[in-house]
Protein backbone atom coordinates (compact mmCIF):
# COMPACT_ATOMS: atom_id res chain seq x y z
CA UNK A 1 0.00 0.00 0.00
CA UNK A 2 1.35 3.95 -1.31
CA UNK A 3 0.40 6.63 0.97
CA UNK A 4 -0.87 8.91 0.36
CA UNK A 5 -4.19 7.36 -0.58
CA UNK A 6 -6.46 8.79 -3.28
CA UNK A 7 -9.99 9.03 -2.18
CA UNK A 8 -11.27 11.99 -3.99
CA UNK A 9 -12.85 10.08 -7.21
CA UNK A 10 -15.90 12.90 -7.59
CA UNK A 11 -13.58 15.50 -7.85
CA UNK A 12 -11.58 13.55 -10.55
CA UNK A 13 -10.38 10.22 -11.32
CA UNK A 14 -6.66 8.92 -12.54
CA UNK A 15 -6.61 7.83 -15.80
CA UNK A 16 -6.75 4.20 -16.88
CA UNK A 17 -3.53 3.07 -18.16
CA UNK A 18 -5.57 1.36 -20.74
CA UNK A 19 -6.89 4.75 -21.83
CA UNK A 20 -3.50 6.41 -22.14
CA UNK A 21 -2.26 3.56 -24.49
CA UNK A 22 -4.97 4.23 -26.74
CA UNK A 23 -4.41 8.00 -26.73
CA UNK A 24 -0.63 7.56 -26.91
CA UNK A 25 0.11 7.62 -30.52
CA UNK A 26 -2.23 10.68 -31.76
CA UNK A 27 0.09 12.91 -30.21
CA UNK A 28 3.22 12.37 -32.31
CA UNK A 29 1.93 9.36 -34.65
CA UNK A 30 -1.38 10.47 -35.99
CA UNK A 31 -1.53 14.03 -35.17
CA UNK A 32 -3.32 15.16 -37.90
CA UNK A 33 -5.68 17.69 -37.72
CA UNK A 34 -9.83 15.17 -38.45
CA UNK A 35 -11.27 18.45 -39.81
CA UNK A 36 -8.88 18.26 -42.65
CA UNK A 37 -9.23 14.96 -44.23
CA UNK A 38 -7.37 15.55 -47.85
CA UNK A 39 -4.48 13.84 -46.46
CA UNK A 40 -3.60 10.24 -44.51
CA UNK A 41 -3.09 11.93 -41.16
CA UNK A 42 -6.02 13.73 -41.38
CA UNK A 43 -8.27 11.03 -42.04
CA UNK A 44 -6.88 8.97 -39.75
CA UNK A 45 -7.57 11.62 -37.35
CA UNK A 46 -11.14 11.77 -38.23
CA UNK A 47 -11.74 8.04 -38.29
CA UNK A 48 -10.55 8.08 -34.52
CA UNK A 49 -12.77 11.01 -33.50
CA UNK A 50 -15.77 9.02 -35.33
CA UNK A 51 -14.55 5.41 -33.30
CA UNK A 52 -14.67 7.20 -30.19
CA UNK A 53 -18.33 9.02 -31.24
CA UNK A 54 -20.01 5.32 -31.37
CA UNK A 55 -17.86 4.11 -28.21
CA UNK A 56 -19.27 7.23 -26.19
CA UNK A 57 -23.36 6.75 -27.99
CA UNK A 58 -23.16 3.56 -27.19
CA UNK A 59 -22.45 3.89 -23.24
CA UNK A 60 -26.42 5.60 -23.40
CA UNK A 61 -27.61 3.84 -25.65
CA UNK A 62 -27.71 6.69 -28.43
CA UNK A 63 -27.10 7.27 -31.95
CA UNK A 64 -23.12 8.90 -32.74
CA UNK A 65 -24.82 11.62 -34.53
CA UNK A 66 -26.15 12.61 -31.35
CA UNK A 67 -22.75 13.54 -29.57
CA UNK A 68 -20.53 16.48 -29.93
CA UNK A 69 -17.53 16.68 -28.19
CA UNK A 70 -16.14 19.21 -25.70
CA UNK A 71 -14.10 20.84 -23.57
CA UNK A 72 -15.34 19.12 -20.61
CA UNK A 73 -18.90 19.22 -18.13
CA UNK A 74 -18.80 23.10 -17.92
CA UNK A 75 -18.93 23.52 -21.49
CA UNK A 76 -21.43 20.80 -22.10
CA UNK A 77 -23.34 22.43 -19.61
CA UNK A 78 -23.12 25.58 -20.60
CA UNK A 79 -23.96 24.60 -24.08
CA UNK A 80 -26.97 22.74 -23.13
CA UNK A 81 -28.34 25.48 -21.10
CA UNK A 82 -27.09 28.66 -22.93
CA UNK A 83 -27.85 26.51 -26.27
CA UNK A 84 -31.81 25.92 -25.75
CA UNK A 85 -32.52 28.81 -23.76
CA UNK A 86 -31.72 31.21 -27.06
CA UNK A 87 -32.92 28.38 -29.09
CA UNK A 88 -36.65 28.24 -27.78
CA UNK A 89 -37.47 31.76 -26.11
CA UNK A 90 -40.04 32.53 -28.64
CA UNK A 91 -41.58 29.69 -27.47
CA UNK A 92 -40.97 30.43 -23.50
CA UNK A 93 -38.73 31.69 -20.87
CA UNK A 94 -39.27 29.34 -18.27
CA UNK A 95 -37.17 26.78 -17.29
CA UNK A 96 -36.94 24.48 -13.96
CA UNK A 97 -34.28 22.62 -12.09
CA UNK A 98 -33.11 22.09 -7.90
CA UNK A 99 -31.10 24.13 -5.28
CA UNK A 100 -28.79 21.06 -5.32
CA UNK A 101 -27.26 20.97 -8.75
CA UNK A 102 -24.17 21.42 -9.87
CA UNK A 103 -22.18 25.22 -10.30
CA UNK A 104 -21.72 24.76 -14.23
CA UNK A 105 -25.46 24.43 -14.33
CA UNK A 106 -26.23 27.01 -11.56
CA UNK A 107 -24.27 29.44 -12.61
CA UNK A 108 -25.59 28.95 -16.49
CA UNK A 109 -28.90 29.49 -15.23
CA UNK A 110 -28.25 32.89 -13.02
CA UNK A 111 -26.72 34.23 -16.12
CA UNK A 112 -29.64 33.13 -18.01
CA UNK A 113 -31.88 35.22 -15.43
CA UNK A 114 -30.20 37.82 -15.72
CA UNK A 115 -31.07 38.29 -19.49
CA UNK A 116 -34.77 37.57 -18.90
CA UNK A 117 -35.19 34.28 -18.25
CA UNK A 118 -37.54 32.51 -15.67
CA UNK A 119 -35.84 30.09 -13.88
CA UNK A 120 -37.85 27.91 -11.01
CA UNK A 121 -35.54 26.64 -7.83
CA UNK A 122 -37.00 23.31 -6.81
CA UNK A 123 -36.15 22.61 -3.21
CA UNK A 124 -35.21 18.67 -2.15
CA UNK A 125 -36.51 16.52 0.80
CA UNK A 126 -33.85 15.53 3.38
CA UNK A 127 -31.62 13.14 1.30
CA UNK A 128 -31.13 15.02 -1.57
CA UNK A 129 -34.49 14.15 -3.97
CA UNK A 130 -36.75 16.01 -5.78
CA UNK A 131 -40.17 15.61 -5.95
CA UNK A 132 -41.19 14.81 -9.35
CA UNK A 133 -44.93 15.88 -8.10
CA UNK A 134 -43.25 19.49 -7.54
CA UNK A 135 -41.99 19.71 -10.92
CA UNK A 136 -45.23 18.75 -12.59
CA UNK A 137 -47.13 21.62 -10.53
CA UNK A 138 -44.39 24.26 -11.73
CA UNK A 139 -44.78 23.30 -15.38
CA UNK A 140 -46.56 26.52 -17.02
CA UNK A 141 -47.09 27.07 -20.76
CA UNK A 142 -44.05 29.23 -20.73
CA UNK A 143 -42.05 26.19 -19.33
CA UNK A 144 -39.34 25.14 -21.70
CA UNK A 145 -36.51 23.24 -20.22
CA UNK A 146 -36.43 20.97 -17.02
CA UNK A 147 -32.75 20.53 -15.76
CA UNK A 148 -32.43 17.60 -13.04
CA UNK A 149 -28.78 16.12 -12.38
CA UNK A 150 -28.48 12.50 -12.48
CA UNK A 151 -26.72 11.99 -9.34
CA UNK A 152 -25.17 14.38 -6.92
CA UNK A 153 -21.38 15.08 -7.12
CA UNK A 154 -21.52 15.63 -3.40
CA UNK A 155 -24.14 12.96 -1.50
CA UNK A 156 -24.32 10.83 -4.59
CA UNK A 157 -28.13 10.82 -4.77
CA UNK A 158 -29.68 9.75 -7.50
CA UNK A 159 -32.72 11.36 -8.99
CA UNK A 160 -35.32 9.70 -10.21
CA UNK A 161 -34.65 10.69 -13.80
CA UNK A 162 -37.14 8.10 -15.43
CA UNK A 163 -39.76 9.83 -14.29
CA UNK A 164 -38.77 13.10 -14.63
CA UNK A 165 -38.43 12.04 -18.57
CA UNK A 166 -41.66 10.68 -18.76
CA UNK A 167 -43.12 13.72 -17.43
CA UNK A 168 -41.07 16.07 -19.36
CA UNK A 169 -42.01 14.08 -23.15
CA UNK A 170 -45.90 14.21 -21.62
CA UNK A 171 -45.88 17.90 -21.26
CA UNK A 172 -43.61 18.25 -24.37
CA UNK A 173 -41.01 20.06 -22.42
CA UNK A 174 -37.62 19.17 -23.14
CA UNK A 175 -34.89 17.40 -20.27
CA UNK A 176 -31.67 17.72 -19.72
CA UNK A 177 -29.83 15.96 -17.27
CA UNK A 178 -25.67 16.60 -16.18
CA UNK A 179 -24.92 12.96 -16.03
CA UNK A 180 -21.27 13.77 -15.48
CA UNK A 181 -20.93 11.97 -12.08
CA UNK A 182 -23.20 8.68 -13.27
CA UNK A 183 -22.11 8.36 -16.69
CA UNK A 184 -20.04 5.02 -16.02
CA UNK A 185 -21.19 3.88 -12.85
CA UNK A 186 -25.06 3.65 -13.75
CA UNK A 187 -27.10 2.66 -16.61
CA UNK A 188 -28.25 4.87 -18.58
CA UNK A 189 -30.88 4.79 -21.91
CA UNK A 190 -31.51 8.57 -23.21
CA UNK A 191 -34.31 6.67 -25.50
CA UNK A 192 -36.25 4.85 -22.29
CA UNK A 193 -35.45 7.68 -20.05
CA UNK A 194 -36.64 10.38 -22.14
CA UNK A 195 -33.37 12.14 -21.60
CA UNK A 196 -33.04 15.13 -24.60
CA UNK A 197 -29.65 16.57 -23.77
CA UNK A 198 -26.86 14.95 -21.77
CA UNK A 199 -23.65 15.36 -20.40
CA UNK A 200 -20.42 13.68 -20.30
CA UNK A 201 -16.82 14.34 -18.79
CA UNK A 202 -13.90 12.19 -19.26
CA UNK A 203 -11.78 12.46 -16.59
CA UNK A 204 -14.47 11.65 -13.90
CA UNK A 205 -14.70 8.18 -15.67
CA UNK A 206 -10.65 7.42 -15.78
CA UNK A 207 -10.41 9.57 -18.99
CA UNK A 208 -8.06 12.42 -19.73
CA UNK A 209 -9.09 16.50 -18.37
CA UNK A 210 -10.46 18.98 -20.85
CA UNK A 211 -12.79 16.75 -22.76
CA UNK A 212 -16.31 16.06 -22.61
CA UNK A 213 -19.28 15.37 -24.77
CA UNK A 214 -22.65 16.46 -25.18
CA UNK A 215 -25.80 14.02 -26.36
CA UNK A 216 -28.46 16.20 -28.22
CA UNK A 217 -31.52 14.45 -29.53
CA UNK A 218 -32.07 13.88 -32.94
CA UNK A 219 -35.42 12.70 -33.59
CA UNK A 220 -38.33 12.43 -31.50
CA UNK A 221 -38.44 15.52 -31.18
CA UNK A 222 -35.24 16.27 -32.53
CA UNK A 223 -33.90 19.49 -30.34
CA UNK A 224 -32.80 22.57 -31.85
CA UNK A 225 -29.69 24.45 -30.10
CA UNK A 226 -27.80 27.19 -31.30
CA UNK A 227 -23.72 27.40 -29.98
CA UNK A 228 -21.88 29.47 -27.69
CA UNK A 229 -19.04 29.27 -29.32
CA UNK A 230 -18.66 30.19 -33.02
CA UNK A 231 -15.67 29.57 -35.44
CA UNK A 232 -15.31 27.22 -38.26
CA UNK A 233 -18.40 25.16 -37.83
CA UNK A 234 -16.78 21.64 -36.77
CA UNK A 235 -19.19 19.14 -34.73
CA UNK A 236 -22.08 19.82 -36.73
CA UNK A 237 -21.26 23.66 -36.14
CA UNK A 238 -22.34 23.81 -32.79
CA UNK A 239 -18.83 23.47 -31.62
CA UNK A 240 -16.08 24.96 -33.50
CA UNK A 241 -12.42 24.59 -32.52
CA UNK A 242 -9.84 22.06 -34.42
CA UNK A 243 -11.19 18.63 -32.47
CA UNK A 244 -8.91 17.22 -29.17
CA UNK A 245 -8.29 14.37 -31.03
CA UNK A 246 -5.88 12.48 -28.23
CA UNK A 247 -8.85 13.68 -25.56
CA UNK A 248 -11.44 12.28 -27.79
CA UNK A 249 -9.67 8.64 -28.34
CA UNK A 250 -9.32 8.44 -24.48
CA UNK A 251 -12.87 9.76 -23.85
CA UNK A 252 -13.79 6.92 -26.95
CA UNK A 253 -12.10 4.20 -25.13
CA UNK A 254 -13.18 5.11 -21.10
CA UNK A 255 -16.82 4.72 -22.32
CA UNK A 256 -15.75 1.33 -24.11
CA UNK A 257 -14.01 0.15 -20.85
CA UNK A 258 -17.23 1.09 -18.74
CA UNK A 259 -19.68 -0.60 -21.25
CA UNK A 260 -17.52 -3.89 -20.00
CA UNK A 261 -16.86 -3.12 -16.15
CA UNK A 262 -19.48 -0.87 -14.90
CA UNK A 263 -21.58 -4.00 -13.23
CA UNK A 264 -18.44 -5.26 -11.56
CA UNK A 265 -17.28 -2.23 -10.87
CA UNK A 266 -20.14 -0.75 -9.25
CA UNK A 267 -20.47 -4.07 -6.87
CA UNK A 268 -16.79 -3.78 -5.89
CA UNK A 269 -17.51 0.43 -5.10
CA UNK A 270 -20.34 -0.46 -2.59
CA UNK A 271 -18.75 -3.35 -1.17
CA UNK A 272 -15.40 -0.74 -0.16
CA UNK A 273 -18.24 2.20 0.84
CA UNK A 274 -20.38 0.10 2.95
CA UNK A 275 -17.01 -1.35 4.42
CA UNK A 276 -15.96 2.46 5.80
CA UNK A 277 -18.93 3.08 6.32
CA UNK A 278 -19.77 0.64 8.68
CA UNK A 279 -16.49 1.19 10.19
CA UNK A 280 -16.78 5.29 10.82
CA UNK A 281 -20.37 4.33 12.66
CA UNK A 282 -19.58 1.58 14.85
CA UNK A 283 -16.46 3.22 16.12
CA UNK A 284 -17.29 7.03 16.25
CA UNK A 285 -20.16 8.22 17.64
CA UNK A 286 -22.05 11.51 16.31
CA UNK A 287 -21.28 10.52 12.89
CA UNK A 288 -24.04 10.90 9.99
CA UNK A 289 -24.50 9.60 6.65
CA UNK A 290 -25.46 12.49 4.28
CA UNK A 291 -27.67 11.71 1.03
CA UNK A 292 -30.26 8.87 0.28
CA UNK A 293 -29.32 5.40 2.32
CA UNK A 294 -30.36 3.66 -1.06
CA UNK A 295 -30.39 5.80 -4.10
CA UNK A 296 -27.01 6.64 -4.13
CA UNK A 297 -24.17 6.45 -6.20
CA UNK A 298 -22.01 2.84 -4.91
CA UNK A 299 -18.57 4.83 -4.73
CA UNK A 300 -20.11 7.47 -2.69
CA UNK A 301 -19.75 8.27 0.71
CA UNK A 302 -20.14 12.18 2.11
CA UNK A 303 -20.34 11.99 6.49
CA UNK A 304 -20.54 14.65 8.51
CA UNK A 305 -18.47 14.43 11.78
CA UNK A 306 -20.64 16.59 14.43
CA UNK A 307 -17.98 18.93 16.74
CA UNK A 308 -15.52 18.85 14.31
CA UNK A 309 -14.31 21.42 11.42
CA UNK A 310 -14.12 19.08 7.99
CA UNK A 311 -10.64 21.73 6.43
CA UNK A 312 -9.09 21.26 9.98
CA UNK A 313 -10.07 17.29 9.79
CA UNK A 314 -8.55 17.17 6.28
CA UNK A 315 -5.54 18.82 7.51
CA UNK A 316 -5.29 16.25 10.22
CA UNK A 317 -5.07 13.26 7.94
CA UNK A 318 -2.19 13.75 5.15
CA UNK A 319 -2.50 10.63 3.81
CA UNK A 320 -5.64 10.58 2.81
CA UNK A 321 -7.09 12.76 -0.26
CA UNK A 322 -10.48 13.66 0.40
CA UNK A 323 -12.72 16.56 0.08
CA UNK A 324 -14.32 18.59 2.21
CA UNK A 325 -18.31 19.49 2.05
CA UNK A 326 -17.36 23.43 1.92
CA UNK A 327 -16.90 25.96 -0.88
CA UNK A 328 -13.94 27.88 0.27
CA UNK A 329 -13.38 31.53 -0.58
CA UNK A 330 -9.91 34.08 -0.05
CA UNK A 331 -12.48 35.88 2.22
CA UNK A 332 -14.76 33.16 4.14
CA UNK A 333 -15.71 29.80 4.15
CA UNK A 334 -19.38 29.18 3.58
CA UNK A 335 -20.78 25.53 3.88
CA UNK A 336 -22.06 23.82 0.99
CA UNK A 337 -25.46 24.79 -0.64
CA UNK A 338 -26.32 21.28 -1.11
CA UNK A 339 -25.84 20.37 2.49
CA UNK A 340 -27.82 23.44 3.24
CA UNK A 341 -30.66 22.11 0.76
CA UNK A 342 -30.76 18.75 3.00
CA UNK A 343 -31.69 21.11 5.65
CA UNK A 344 -28.20 20.69 7.71
CA UNK A 345 -27.09 23.45 9.85
CA UNK A 346 -24.26 25.35 9.40
CA UNK A 347 -21.97 23.73 12.00
CA UNK A 348 -23.11 20.22 10.75
CA UNK A 349 -22.44 21.19 6.54
CA UNK A 350 -18.90 22.46 7.45
CA UNK A 351 -17.97 18.69 9.33
CA UNK A 352 -18.94 17.41 6.56
CA UNK A 353 -15.99 14.94 4.20
CA UNK A 354 -16.72 13.30 1.10
CA UNK A 355 -15.45 9.88 0.06
CA UNK A 356 -15.18 9.25 -3.77
CA UNK A 357 -14.04 5.31 -3.81
CA UNK A 358 -12.26 4.47 -7.08
CA UNK A 359 -11.34 2.23 -9.42
CA UNK A 360 -7.89 1.09 -8.38
CA UNK A 361 -9.15 1.40 -4.59
CA UNK A 362 -8.35 -1.62 -2.59
CA UNK A 363 -9.55 -3.06 0.95
CA UNK A 364 -5.95 -2.60 2.91
CA UNK A 365 -6.50 0.97 1.62
CA UNK A 366 -10.15 1.54 2.86
CA UNK A 367 -9.09 -0.53 6.40
CA UNK A 368 -5.97 2.29 7.09
CA UNK A 369 -8.87 5.30 5.96
CA UNK A 370 -11.19 4.48 8.79
CA UNK A 371 -8.24 3.92 10.94
CA UNK A 372 -6.90 7.32 10.03
CA UNK A 373 -10.47 8.98 10.42
CA UNK A 374 -11.20 7.52 13.87
CA UNK A 375 -7.61 9.01 14.83
CA UNK A 376 -8.18 12.07 13.70
CA UNK A 377 -11.55 12.82 14.60
CA UNK A 378 -11.05 11.86 18.43
CA UNK A 379 -7.99 13.77 18.44
CA UNK A 380 -10.00 16.89 17.49
CA UNK A 381 -12.63 16.10 19.60
CA UNK A 382 -10.20 15.84 22.68
CA UNK A 383 -8.70 19.46 21.59
CA UNK A 384 -12.28 21.01 21.39
CA UNK A 385 -13.94 22.96 24.46
CA UNK A 386 -17.08 23.16 22.50
CA UNK A 387 -17.13 19.32 22.02
CA UNK A 388 -16.11 18.61 26.10
CA UNK A 389 -18.87 20.39 27.01
CA UNK A 390 -21.15 18.59 25.09
CA UNK A 391 -19.89 15.04 26.40
Known amino acids: ?????????????????????????????????????????????????????????????????????????????????????????????????????????????????????????????????????????????????????????????????????????????????????????????????????????????????????LYIRSKGPKVRILPIIYGSNQERSLRSGTLNVPGIVGLGEACAIAQIEMREESLKGKKLRDQLERNLLSKLPNVYVNGHPKERLDHNLNVSFLGIESDQLVLEMPNLAVSTGTACKATSKEPSHVLKALGLNDEMALSSIRFGIGRFNTEEELDYASCEVERAVNLLREKSALWKQRS
Open 1 to 213: MKLPIYLDSHATTPCDPRVIEKMLPFFSQHFGNASNVNHAFGKKAQEACEKAREQVASLIKASPREIIFTSGATESNNQALIGIARAYKDKGTHIITTQIEHKSVMNPLKFLENEGFKVTWLSVDRHGLVDVEEIRKNITTQTILISVMTANNEIGTIEPILEIGKLASAREVLFFTDAVQAVGKLSIDVDQMNIDLLSIAGHKMYGPKGIGA
